[in-house]
């Protein structure tokens, strides 16, 4: 059974960068779209990335996170990870990530193997 463990938050200024980790076990990623999202308090978990499986299907970004975070994973690592840049209040919250399957528009769907998250906190 799949299972990922996020690693890599922590407490960072506003402008400033963090690389979450996500480590999956219990299942190869190879043959999965994988995803991050994230969820402030008092708000509903909200999709932040998708990288898919195979080639021809665009990564789907939110738009509050384009041009600032990019996904990325190492298959033979069993890795997915997420560079954030350029970090805003705002981007405070619990980081997960899952895998499953992509639409033809990237966006991740059918997601298993939820973690216990990584807190990220912008803040001055």
């Known amino acids: 059974q799949l299972h990922f463990e996020e690693s890599g938050g922590g407490l960072v200024q506003p402008g400033g960068s963090l690389r979450l980790s996500c480590a999956a076990s219990?299942?190869?990623?190879?043959?999965?779209?994988v995803g991050w999202f994230r969820q402030a308090p008092g708000k509903e978990r909200e999709g932040v990335s998708c990288?898919?499986?195979?080639?021809?299907?665009?990564?789907y970004y939110a738009d509050s996170v384009k041009g600032r975070f990019t996904i990325s994973r190492d298959n033979a690592k069993n890795t997915v990870y997420l560079q954030m840049n350029s970090l805003k209040p705002e981007d405070t919250a619990v980081y997960y990530c899952?895998?499953?399957?992509?639409?033809?528009?990237?966006?991740?769907?059918?997601?298993?193997?939820w973690g216990q998250g990584t807190q990220v906190t912008v803040s001055s």
């Open positions: 219990g299942s190869t990623l190879d043959d999965s779209a």
């Open positions: 990288l898919s499986s195979g080639h021809g299907k665009p990564t």
């Open positions: 899952a895998a499953g399957h992509s639409t033809s528009d990237g966006v991740c769907y059918n997601l298993v193997g």
